[in-house]
């Protein structure tokens, strides 16, 4: 595609609830990278895919998260049991050869109530 | 993850001046990404540095990768109200395994008064 699209924009879930975070990268970036943002912060490394695999998933708070990229195209990220402190808005970018020219989406705003 | 630390944190300037905004980090990086961010919207890529030294411009933005790499600077001159927004850096390293992982800095947020 000509961006970087994430779905959905926004999603509401209850506290508990198992939650799914799609990101659609540039089409041929192999670099795929997720972050979180919380209000007022910068972004805060999650994971950082190379191709199919994850190169660095250092960032992941804990093992309640976790993203998936099979092809090494679509990625998810997947949150269980989600907790309120889990609310913010997250952002995946995609880069054409790991280095360098990142491009963001849009963002997905997640809210646990 | 690393931390790169931006300054000031904000700013309020008069429409038609110039500003001048860092990023530090106590890391070496191979290449530096400057970033705008407004309200519901992701980063919006500004310039890219791949090498120290390196002065850039894009339009009346100019940045700078600092020499001993853990530094760079942002410019931009003759503001415009449009200027608003956080701006973030960007550093980015290789890792012994060849990853090219991405750390962002705390945001400068710019203000600019008509």
């Known amino acids: 595609g000509a961006g970087v699209s994430q779905t959905p924009s926004n999603k509401v879930t209850e506290k508990g609830k198992y939650v799914e975070l799609r990101c659609d990268p540039i089409?041929?970036?192999?670099?795929l990278y997720w972050y979180r943002q919380s209000l007022g912060q910068g972004p805060e490394f999650l994971i950082y895919f190379q191709g199919t695999g994850a190169a660095d998933d250092s960032g992941l708070p804990n093992d309640r998260f976790f993203a998936v990229r099979p092809e090494g195209s679509v990625s998810t990220l997947k949150i269980q049991r989600t907790e309120r402190g889990d609310s913010a808005v997250y952002l995946c970018?995609?880069?054409?050869?790991?280095?360098?020219?990142?491009?963001f989406g849009q963002g997905t705003r997640l809210t646990v109530v | 993850g690393q931390q790169l630390n931006q300054s000031p944190q904000s700013m309020f300037i008069q429409e038609g001046e110039d500003v001048s905004m860092n990023c530090t980090s106590s890391s070496i990086f191979n290449t530096w990404l400057w970033y705008k961010q407004e309200p519901g919207e992701g980063p919006v890529l500004l310039i890219a540095l791949y090498k120290a030294g390196e002065l850039t411009s894009n339009g009346r933005l100019t940045a700078q990768f600092g020499i001993t790499r853990k530094d760079s600077f942002l410019n931009i001159s003759a503001s415009i109200p449009s200027d608003v927004g956080i701006y973030f850096c960007a550093g980015q390293s290789s890792d012994q395994t060849g990853a090219n992982n991405l750390f962002f800095g705390t945001g400068t947020r710019l203000t600019v008064i008509p």
């Open positions: 089409s041929g970036h192999t670099a």
């Open positions: 970018a995609s880069s054409p050869i790991g280095g360098g020219l990142a491009f």
